[in-house]
């Protein structure tokens, strides 16, 4: 598709565990960025990628996050010991660029629900 | 804290009236700004944007306007469809340097038929 992928798209796991949340940009954006929209709240921005790199990772809240992204494509974030409050749709966005004209693009979010 | 605030939270207007939502800013330094339209269980899409440097930027049924002295942008749909019934983001950029959004919380607008 051409569209920004993101799988899975429901994700119920129990607390304590550990959950991968997987992002495919669009083809040739060099941009990606992580956001989570929690109940009746805005999105939250957790990480920037260019390219391989994470240049800003400080919306990232606590240290249970992490993220990585391979061949300047595919990204993965990874929650350790989940909590109930990590319970939101985690967004994924990309965009050719970083410039201010550069329009993100998102896919349809990883419902996730930590029981 | 919330940089970008969007009051107000739900929306309700008849089909072929003008629809109007406002969002509020807090950074001065944010020089671009975004609405985008979300519908359920599907990403957001971009709808239109501003730059800092003009008031107005208008794109078919969709205007934007932008008050920086205020901090104050507005979106207006006109005329109304029910296809517009979705919730609505207002996000800006340009204090981060990277592209990155601060988003308020959204409108949720119902086009009544």
């Known amino acids: 598709g051409a569209g920004v992928s993101q799988s899975p798209s429901n994700k119920v796991t129990e607390k304590g565990k550990d959950v991968e949340l997987r992002c495919d940009p669009i083809s040739g954006h060099t941009a990606l960025y992580w956001y989570r929209q929690s109940l009746g709240q805005g999105l939250e921005f957790l990480i920037y990628f260019q390219g391989n790199s994470a240049p800003d990772k400080s919306g990232l809240p606590s240290d249970r996050f992490s993220a990585e992204r391979t061949g300047g494509s595919v990204s993965t974030l990874t929650i350790q010991r989940t909590q109930q409050e990590d319970s939101a749709v985690y967004l994924c966005?990309?965009?050719?660029?970083?410039?201010?004209?550069?329009?993100?693009?998102f896919g349809a979010g990883t419902r996730l629900s930590v029981l | 804290d919330q940089q970008v605030k969007q009051n107000s939270p739900s929306l309700s207007v008849q089909e072929g009236r003008i629809s109007i939502l406002n969002c509020d800013y807090t950074?001065?330094?944010?020089?671009?700004f975004l609405w985008y339209k979300k519908y359920p269980a599907e990403g957001p899409t971009f709808l239109i944007s501003i730059s800092s440097i003009k008031d107005k930027n208008e794109d078919g049924r969709f205007t934007v306007f932008l008050n920086k002295s205020a901090k104050h942008l507005s979106l207006h749909i006109v005329p109304s469809q029910p296809g517009d019934s979705a919730v609505y983001f207002c996000?800006?950029?340009?204090?981060?340097?990277?592209?990155?959004?601060?988003f308020g919380k959204g409108n949720q607008v119902v086009v009544i038929p």
């Open positions: 966005a990309s965009s050719l660029g970083a410039g201010p004209k550069n329009i993100q693009y």
């Open positions: 996000a800006a950029k340009g204090f981060y340097g990277n592209n990155r959004l601060a």
């Open positions: 950074n001065s330094m944010f020089d671009y």
